[in-house]
């Protein structure tokens, strides 16, 4: 049986938690149900779980905006993206002084250290997108 090589979901938030840990739950779903290994899966699951809060804390309006999460898997990489539609007031691309003592704001080095390849980008209308790829060394058969 194929299975889809993509996956393609638009989460609409409104303060609930519900849907956010269901999409990491559906995330963990896919990428077990194509074989990728218990530690390439919790890498991805854990760098998207911190582009979502993200998206989430920053890039809604409110508590309420959507985001745009797509997932394209291929036998050699994963690729993760989110689209939030809210304002970008995330200082992004900036490089930003860590305090080693802060229990915040470690997300994207957190995303950098656990995927091949991280990109951000700010729209002029509102919004930001987070894009992701995990090389893949091996998947089960």
Do not use: W
């Amino acid at each position: 049986m194929s299975q889809s090589s993509s996956m393609h979901r638009m989460l609409h938030l409104d303060g609930d938690p519900l849907p956010v840990r269901g999409l990491r739950t559906m995330l963990t779903s896919f990428l077990r149900d194509r074989c990728v290994n218990d530690q390439v899966r919790r890498a991805v699951v854990l760098a998207f779980s911190e582009a979502l809060e993200n998206a989430v804390e920053h890039g809604l309006v409110g508590s309420r905006g959507s985001v745009d999460v797509r997932l394209r898997y291929g036998p050699r990489y994963i690729c993760v993206s989110l689209r939030d539609s809210g304002s970008d007031r995330a200082p992004l691309g900036v490089p930003i002084q860590q305090d080693d003592s802060a229990e915040r704001g470690r997300g994207f080095q957190l995303m950098h250290t656990l995927m091949d390849v991280v990109k951000v980008r700010g729209f002029p209308d509102g919004g930001t997108r987070v894009s992701m790829l995990r090389r893949l060394d091996q998947t089960c058969d």
